[in-house]
């Protein structure tokens, strides 16, 4: 067992003193700031900002010495713009801003702005500004009032960006060899690191690419006196070859490395330029899409032949290798065919890569303590292994009696009303031979007449149906007209569906009533967009009364159909809020008669499974003690909690997905939890788009704010009231990848809650989770460079165990009610883990809260100015 785990984390030395970096600042200037917006008011996009996107990316990469561009630096002149080690000439400014400029004109007689930048006039109306310089401290931090330590904002593209220069300052040295990596500065404020050239993997007669990966970000952690730098490890494979027709091409990612048109500089082929390749359809042909920056290379660079988007398209390894000294690299992604390389890297190899991080990244930088082992309770009251390898029957014997009585106490005295829509005998033959094996019916519980298949025990009556699917899993009729935005072709083809099922089904249901669908898998309905019919069917069955689960049809690659038809009917129970957490062993000191509660927000935007804009609050309560296993939702409508599978049915039938004033339903939640001790779980990261006050800088132990009001103590919310704040990577590193290691030099893996110190009062926890057993993989296997005692495996996936973020925000104190934040922070941990499951991404509460996320699926309608102006739910919350 390991007893300390290492995150890939660092932070400020305050022992080093400040990390500070004299840097040439530039400012766009007021009167070349106006002439740009007057361009492109006149241009025939006409938005009220400028596209500086590509201009940004084009600095980045070939004006040498630029380190970062300013965040909103296109909406004033006066706000810095380049940050750079040394000045850049205007002989190497004044083309890049030129070319660019040309594309905002509207028409061929504007100015020629390249030789307008040319004047070395101060007083010239166009002339850019001097470079100034400033000393600035990248370490700069701000304390919030709660005890949160912040960087400042601009930190957070500055900080990056100079981090990464510092790893591709220097080689990643093995003994069976050596990586460089170049800098890809996205401009979203992390910045991407890739070794180059890439890595070669000969198989089937065909040679695949692939580089190590680094993404470098900047975040917080709550009541810590220090911010981090995260630097998250992984493989990005290159596509050697495009197995897809043209119109399927919707945007891949092009990275190119080019040498710069000038000699001098001190970031001389460190920075490879970011792009988008992809289909037009009104050209009918493959473009460079997206303002990508590639398309203004030939103007810029004359002498050297750059990638033609056909070429690329065509021929994507000859250009992968380099044509001269000019090389591109399209981004794999799946949708581009398979990959024999996979994905990840093992925990020695990101060991390997940490140690050189560590070593790079000082004395600037110090690496965050390892964080320790805290409690030995890692699950709850898990139902107990078979002692012998002879008697796995009694275990499974147990588990199917559990989920019989938490499906009977879920069910209350109403049957259960199943329909079998199939399409293959075999898989209808399967389910109905797993149902009475995975909640344990004898045989003689089963009746067969006039069609219907039922069991009954101990007060349990479920009946089965079977009918061919027939049209109804067809793929769904969308229009083609593309004059017609996305969102209402798919929504009249959904309704389509739906008058087609109620059509079919001849009514609405009451009662407990489940469809399961057998439909074919994504790859089926892949040539025409939006066609899969899985999202119209739920919806369709929903406004019916029924709740919905699909089963695959058995195609090659799958899993074997017993397997996966007992899955369909322990997600199928799952709906009906047929699960309970399981009995914790977190200590005494929490209350015998908590109830558990999860808030979710369902965020989807223009791109989500209805192509319409939602925005809907979920809140999820599960008792535990003596009535542990009731699972409840908060109808909004009725105002009350209901069941869950009521609530999922609720949310189908509503058109509208948008909630208007989320944090008054979250303070009316709050009210309805009043009556009994309760931990309330919400995901930090997924909840502070509609309540700010949860951002890491705007906490205070055992508080609570809403809007611009004022902090209140969380009591005020109710004695009993317990706050957990969980948090993942939410999508941009927020939390550090790590290992597990100890003294003999082990890496691995290890489940447990951890902490970096063993104060009593200390709020914030990791919890990490075992492996599940298919993801086990032998030791000593590695995909970048060969070691000693190690085997190349570039084909094997490593599958890394995410660290989940916990912090106590509310509880009593040790003192005064014996409340303990370990404690707490254990029980959260508990929860992610269940005897029919591997362990869960998020506490049970939580999981089911975000599950609800499958029926909230909004339809566009003609008055929907969202979906008609095609904007989409923001989601740009800061930490």
Same mark, same amino acid.
């Given at each position: 067992?390991?007893?300390?785990?290492?995150?890939?984390?660092?932070?400020?030395?305050?022992?080093?003193?400040?990390?500070?970096?004299?840097?040439?600042?530039?400012?766009?200037?007021?009167?070349?700031? $106006?002439?740009?917006?007057?361009?492109?008011?006149r241009?025939?996009?006409?938005?009220?900002?400028?596209?500086?996107?590509r201009?940004?990316?084009?600095?980045?990469?070939?004006?040498?010495?630029?380190?970062?561009?300013?965040?909103?630096?296109?909406?004033?002149?006066?706000?810095?713009?380049?940050?750079?080690? %040394?000045?850049?000439?205007?002989?190497?400014?004044?083309p890049?801003?030129?070319t660019?400029?040309?594309?905002?004109?509207?028409?061929?007689?504007e100015?020629?702005?390249?030789?307008?930048?040319?004047s070395?006039?101060?007083?010239?109306?166009?002339?850019?500004?001097?470079w100034?310089t400033?000393?600035?401290?990248l370490?700069?931090?701000?304390?919030?009032?709660?005890?949160?330590?912040?960087?400042?904002?601009?930190?957070?593209?500055?900080?990056?960006?100079?981090?990464?220069?510092?790893?591709?300052?220097?080689?990643?040295r093995?003994?069976?060899?050596?990586?460089?990596?170049?800098v890809?500065?996205?401009?979203?404020?992390?910045v991407?690191?890739?070794? /180059?050239?890439?890595?070669?993997?000969?198989?089937?007669?065909?040679?695949?690419?692939?580089s190590?990966?680094?993404?470098?970000?900047?975040?917080?952690?709550?009541?810590?006196?220090?911010?981090?730098?995260?630097?998250?490890?992984?493989?990005?494979?290159?596509?050697?070859?495009?197995d897809?027709?043209?119109w399927?091409?919707?945007?891949?990612?092009?990275?190119?490395?080019?040498?710069?048109?000038?000699?001098?500089?001190?970031?001389?082929?460190?920075r490879?330029?970011?792009?988008?390749?992809?289909? &037009?359809?009104?050209?009918?042909?493959?473009? /460079?899409?997206?303002r990508?920056?590639?398309l203004?290379?030939?103007?810029?660079?004359?002498?050297?032949?750059?990638p033609?988007?056909?070429?690329?398209?065509?021929?994507? %390894?000859?250009?992968?290798?380099?044509?001269?000294?000019?090389?591109?690299g399209?981004?794999?992604?799946p949708?581009?065919?398979?990959?024999?390389?996979?994905?990840?890297?093992?925990?020695?190899?990101?060991?390997?890569?940490?140690?050189?991080?560590?070593?790079?990244?000082?004395?600037?930088?110090?690496?965050?303590?390892?964080?320790?082992r805290?409690?030995?309770?890692?699950t709850p009251?898990?139902?107990p292994r078979?002692?012998?390898?002879? %008697?796995?029957?009694?275990?499974?014997?147990?588990h199917?009696?559990?989920?019989?009585?938490?499906?009977?106490?879920?069910?209350? $005295?109403?049957?259960?009303?199943v329909?079998?829509q /199939?399409?293959?005998?075999?898989?209808?033959? =399967?389910?109905?031979?797993?149902?009475?094996k995975?909640?344990?019916?004898?045989?003689?519980?089963?009746?067969?007449?006039?069609?219907?298949?039922s069991?009954t025990?101990?007060?349990?009556?479920?009946?089965?149906?079977?009918?061919?699917?027939?049209?109804? =899993?067809?793929?769904?009729?969308?229009?083609?007209?593309r004059?017609?935005?996305?969102?209402?072709?798919?929504?009249?083809?959904?309704?389509?569906?739906?008058?087609?099922?109620?059509?079919? &089904?001849?009514?609405?249901?009451?009662?407990?009533?489940?469809?399961?669908?057998?439909?074919?898998?994504?790859?089926?309905?892949?040539?025409?967009?939006?066609?899969d019919?899985?999202?119209?069917?739920?919806?369709?069955?929903?406004?019916q009364?029924?709740?919905?689960?699909?089963?695959n049809?058995?195609?090659?690659?799958?899993a074997?159909?017993?397997?996966?038809?007992?899955?369909?009917?322990?997600?199928?129970?799952?709906q009906?809020?047929?699960?309970?957490?399981?009995?914790?062993?977190a200590?005494?000191?929490?209350?015998?008669?908590?109830?558990?509660?999860?808030?979710?927000?369902?965020?989807?935007?223009?791109?989500?499974?209805?192509r319409s804009?939602a925005?809907?609050?979920?809140?999820?309560?599960?008792?535990?003690?003596?009535?542990?296993?009731?699972?409840?939702? /908060?109808?909004v409508?009725r105002?009350?909690?209901?069941?869950?599978?009521?609530?999922?049915l609720?949310?189908?039938?509503?058109?509208?997905?948008v909630?208007?004033?989320l944090?008054?339903?979250i303070?009316?939640?709050?009210? $309805?939890?009043?009556?009994?001790?309760?931990?309330?779980?919400?995901?930090s990261?997924n909840?502070? $788009?509609?309540?700010?006050?949860?951002?890491?800088?705007?906490?205070?132990?055992?508080m609570l704010a809403?809007g611009?009001?004022?902090?209140?103590?969380?009591?005020?919310?109710?004695?009993?009231?317990?706050?957990?704040?969980?948090?993942?990577?939410?999508?941009?590193?927020?939390?550090?990848?790590?290992?597990?290691h100890?003294?003999?030099?082990?890496?691995?893996f290890?489940?447990?809650?951890?902490?970096?110190? &063993?104060?009593p009062?200390?709020?914030?926890?990791?919890?990490?989770?075992?492996t599940?057993?298919?993801?086990?993989?032998?030791?000593?296997?590695?995909?970048?460079?060969?070691?000693?005692?190690?085997?190349?495996?570039?084909?094997?996936?490593?599958?890394?165990?995410?660290?989940?973020?916990?912090?106590?925000?509310?509880?009593g104190?040790p003192?005064?009610?014996?409340?303990?934040?370990?404690?707490?922070?254990?029980?959260?941990?508990?929860?992610?883990?269940?005897?029919?499951?591997?362990?869960?991404?998020?506490p049970?509460?939580?999981?089911?809260?975000?599950?609800?996320?499958?029926?909230?699926?909004?339809?566009?309608s003609?008055?929907?100015?969202?979906?008609?102006?095609?904007?989409?739910?923001?989601?740009?919350?800061?930490?």
């Amino acid at each position: 067992m390991y007893h300390s785990i290492r995150t890939v984390a660092y932070e400020p030395d305050p022992e080093e003193g400040p990390w500070q970096e004299d840097l040439h600042v530039l400012r766009l200037g007021k009167g070349l700031h $106006q002439e740009l917006m007057r361009r492109q008011e006149r241009s025939r996009s006409g938005q009220p900002y400028l596209p500086v996107a590509r201009l940004h990316s084009l600095l980045r990469a070939w004006a040498p010495g630029v380190l970062a561009t300013g965040r909103n630096a296109g909406a004033g002149g006066q706000l810095p713009w380049l940050y750079a080690r %040394e000045t850049v000439p205007l002989r190497v400014l004044a083309p890049l801003i030129g070319t660019w400029a040309d594309t905002l004109a509207a028409d061929q007689d504007e100015v020629d702005l390249e030789e307008e930048l040319w004047s070395e006039a101060e007083a010239a109306p166009l002339a850019l500004p001097g470079w100034e310089t400033e000393q600035i401290d990248l370490t700069e931090t701000v304390v919030s009032p709660g005890g949160t330590a912040e960087p400042l904002s601009r930190l957070y593209h500055l900080l990056p960006e100079a981090v990464a220069f510092r790893l591709a300052g220097a080689p990643f040295r093995t003994e069976g060899g050596s990586l460089r990596f170049r800098v890809v500065s996205s401009g979203t404020g992390g910045v991407d690191l890739v070794s /180059w050239p890439p890595l070669r993997y000969e198989h089937r007669r065909q040679t695949w690419y692939y580089s190590a990966h680094l993404t470098v970000t900047v975040h917080t952690v709550p009541f810590a006196p220090r911010f981090r730098v995260h630097v998250a490890t992984g493989v990005r494979r290159w596509a050697s070859v495009l197995d897809i027709p043209r119109w399927k091409l919707g945007g891949a990612t092009v990275l190119l490395d080019t040498p710069l048109p000038w000699p001098e500089g001190p970031d001389q082929g460190y920075r490879m330029m970011v792009n988008t390749l992809g289909y &037009d359809w009104r050209s009918k042909e493959i473009t /460079w899409k997206r303002r990508s920056p590639a398309l203004l290379l030939p103007d810029l660079d004359i002498i050297r032949r750059f990638p033609e988007p056909e070429e690329l398209f065509t021929s994507p %390894e000859k250009w992968l290798n380099g044509r001269q000294d000019v090389a591109a690299g399209i981004v794999y992604h799946p949708v581009l065919g398979p990959h024999e390389v996979g994905a990840g890297l093992m925990p020695r190899e990101r060991a390997g890569l940490d140690t050189w991080f560590e070593q790079r990244l000082s004395p600037v930088l110090r690496r965050v303590a390892d964080l320790s082992r805290v409690t030995r309770r890692n699950t709850p009251s898990l139902l107990p292994r078979p002692a012998k390898r002879s %008697e796995p029957g009694s275990r499974e014997a147990q588990h199917a009696l559990a989920r019989r009585s938490a499906l009977k106490r879920a069910l209350g $005295q109403r049957p259960l009303d199943v329909e079998i829509q /199939w399409q293959s005998p075999q898989t209808r033959d =399967a389910l109905i031979a797993a149902l009475p094996k995975v909640i344990g019916l004898a045989p003689g519980s089963r009746t067969d007449e006039d069609g219907v298949i039922s069991w009954t025990a101990d007060g349990l009556r479920i009946m089965v149906r079977t009918k061919p699917a027939g049209s109804l =899993a067809n793929a769904l009729r969308v229009s083609t007209d593309r004059k017609r935005r996305p969102a209402f072709r798919l929504a009249d083809a959904v309704r389509e569906r739906c008058a087609l099922v109620a059509e079919e &089904d001849g009514g609405t249901h009451g009662g407990a009533s489940l469809v399961i669908v057998e439909v074919a898998g994504k790859a089926h309905f892949a040539a025409v967009p939006d066609s899969d019919p899985k999202h119209a069917l739920r919806l369709a069955h929903g406004r019916q009364g029924r709740l919905t689960q699909f089963i695959n049809l058995p195609e090659s690659g799958t899993a074997a159909l017993e397997h996966r038809a007992s899955w369909t009917w322990l997600d199928a129970f799952r709906q009906l809020g047929a699960i309970s957490p399981p009995a914790h062993r977190a200590g005494s000191g929490i209350p015998g008669d908590l109830q558990y509660a999860a808030l979710w927000l369902v965020r989807y935007t223009k791109d989500g499974p209805t192509r319409s804009p939602a925005r809907r609050l979920v809140a999820v309560r599960v008792s535990a003690g003596s009535d542990s296993g009731i699972v409840e939702g /908060w109808d909004v409508g009725r105002a009350e909690w209901v069941s869950y599978p009521d609530l999922l049915l609720s949310l189908a039938k509503t058109d509208s997905a948008v909630s208007i004033d989320l944090e008054r339903e979250i303070r009316t939640v709050l009210f $309805q939890l009043r009556g009994r001790p309760t931990l309330l779980l919400v995901n930090s990261g997924n909840l502070r $788009q509609c309540w700010p006050r949860l951002r890491n800088g705007a906490l205070t132990s055992d508080m609570l704010a809403f809007g611009t009001g004022p902090q209140q103590r969380l009591a005020s919310y109710g004695d009993g009231l317990r706050m957990v704040l969980v948090r993942d990577e939410n999508g941009r590193g927020e939390v550090p990848e790590w290992y597990a290691h100890d003294h003999s030099a082990r890496i691995g893996f290890s489940e447990g809650i951890w902490a970096l110190t &063993d104060d009593p009062h200390n709020r914030v926890f990791a919890s990490t989770a075992s492996t599940p057993p298919t993801a086990a993989r032998p030791k000593g296997l590695v995909k970048l460079a060969p070691v000693k005692g190690s085997r190349i495996a570039p084909r094997v996936t490593a599958w890394n165990p995410r660290l989940l973020e916990i912090t106590v925000l509310g509880c009593g104190s040790p003192e005064q009610s014996g409340d303990r934040p370990i404690d707490w922070a254990t029980l959260t941990h508990q929860l992610r883990y269940h005897d029919d499951y591997p362990a869960l991404a998020y506490p049970l509460p939580l999981h089911l809260a975000q599950l609800t996320k499958e029926y909230v699926l909004p339809l566009a309608s003609q008055g929907d100015r969202r979906v008609q102006s095609g904007t989409s739910v923001p989601d740009t919350t800061p930490l």
